[in-house]
């Protein structure tokens, strides 16, 4: 079929993109004027001694098409916008072409880049082509369109974008997984309209999601609304805050607070992640232990803020600082409840709430006979955290076997800190999609691996050494394909929090077991593939470990090991000379006297950063990254000679960040697997950021 030029318009150069080199720019003069042959001669011409220039490419292929020549066009505009994604013409036009020819639903995916790269004739032909097509082409044209945004930092506009795909199909949980990964970078610095909280507050209703990458964004939200606002001013008005908060509670003036949802919803499913914030909390739990100690007439109306408070301290571990004067306080409390129980009389809900945001209900020795009382239903979240979800996991852990014995002093030292300190205190299993083979899922990984290399067996025996609280064994047997997961760690607490976790996702692949690494030749079992995060660093003899690990992998096994590296560890290592200097202990009161001399640091801008990490806002975490009790890390080489020595084969890094291989990859480009330690450590000497605190690879045993 041959088209006319106003069926195809010719390119046009569009203000975000580079100007074209003057002999380029005449050829496209001419071709806007309608002389395709000029421009032709003047585009070859050009190609020829730059054969790779986007806008060449682009242009020749804009020409092609109104030449009818539909295949040479298509080459050329794929060749151009895979040279520089960022040009919305080649990809306006590719959509055109497809468009004439009636793929209509092929065409939404050029014209949404098109659209969201700013062309000015995109958008309208995307709506009309959209009305011809089904909800699922558009919900897809919107997640083109808000990830394009997003790649090029435009936050507001990707959130908009995929806040359309949510309203076209709410159902769809894969929308929702990428608005709340955007809102893991947004911070708001003014006011939030009502329909962008209110989906901020359905996407904390939503179990499927990991509600802590939004605590951020809806904390900065909440702050730049009015129910925050008496607990803002207690803060800057001149007398002291918790008076003025005390008052503020006999007045009802914390109802709006109190009333709004969304503050409660961060409170009960997710981390306060705000110094600020944090602050504002720990002053509001101090006013309402002052003020309504005894006070009975008044709790029943706080009773459900003060749940969600005693939620986030248990969640946080307890890491917000006290005052000795609510220390006092609170054994008096605590003393009140013992003797209640022990004359098995009612013991009021707000004053067990109160306990229960300074230390953890389960502990007290009338636990038992707390679970068995009945509580109002505004108590019912404190109660299941606090009371059922750590009883079961005491009687779990009396189940789980012991099989392979404590190795030698130093992992008694790891075993105890982890029976303190289980790591990490998680909520959510965020979903992952479909249920996919092994072998899949390292394909998609690693997709240059060859096919033999990544070949594994349909029902892989898979281990977790280092399980911790189970996020990694959960995750495989949720996700694998009749996998069969063994978990292994050397803290009984840590393994019970696991296992309850198993029952609650009703998993039943997965076989919790204590023992330790470096005797699990006892175990007598090989596995397809091994699982051992941010376990090795904190031995003695990481080798020693990690041959235990190699010798229990059957051929073609894969391994994915996360282990601190030395570079990207520097950053820390100014904040544990803090710790040096401040002479702090490893007790939790010092923790947390050491965090707030952390906030206080205005000018330290390394602890500031400290300050803003996820790791700082609760116990476990904070303690495991920098008050850990031994931790080494390595270097690109000596891990590249470690895995030499164990006879292993290095696959690649797994990051979070996508656009590191693509960086790689330009800087390397001969390295085309992305799996040469040589080269990878000299990116990380160009660019020492690339590794947050952790390398995160996979080796391979050769068959
Ligand atoms: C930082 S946590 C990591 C937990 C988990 N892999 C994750 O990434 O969520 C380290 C875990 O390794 C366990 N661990 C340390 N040394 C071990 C050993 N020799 N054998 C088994 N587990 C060990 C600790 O008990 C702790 O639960």
Redesign the pocket.
Known sequence: MQLTPAILEPPVVLSNDPPPPPALAEGLRRHQDGQLEGAERIYRNFLRDNPEHPQALAFMGTLAAQQGNFQVATELLSKAIQRNPALADPRYCRGRILAIHGQLSQAVTPFSFATALGHPKAGEELESLLTQLGPQDRVQSYRIRANSHYSRNQLELALQCIRDAIRTNPEDISNWLIFTQFLAHIRFTRRVEPDLLADIRDAFEIKELDHKHIAGAAISALMHGDSIATLRTAFAQDGDPIDYLRRGLAEGALRPLTEDSLFRKILERSLVNSPEFEHLLTGLRTAILLEYIGNTDHQPKLLGLISSLSQQCFLNEYIWTTTAEEGEVVRQLVGEIKGLAENNKPVPAATLAIVGAYQPLHRLPCAMWLQTQAWPEALAGTIRLQLDEPLQEQRLRTQIPSVLPV?DDE?EQ??L??EES???RWINLPIQGDTISLEKYISRIFPTLTEAERRQPDNPQIL?????????PNHLAQHIKNASVVA????LN?LAYAQRKSCELSLDNVEYMQ????NLGMLGRQFDHI?????LH??KDIQK?WRALADCLTPNGTMQI?IYGEIAQRPLEHARLFIDQGSYGSSLDDIRKCRQDMIAQKDDTLILRLTESPSFFNMSDFR?LIFHYKKRFVTMVQLRNMIAELGLQFIGFQHSDPSINQRYLHRFPQDTAMCSLELWEQFEAEHPETFSSFYNFWVRKPN
């Open positions: 190795a992992s790891l075993r800190q982890y289980p790591y990490p977790v050494a280092g399980c911790g609280t189970g996020l990694a292994l760690d050397l803290s840590s023992g330790d690494i470096l699982n051992c995060y941010g376990v904190h031995l470990a996360g495991d």
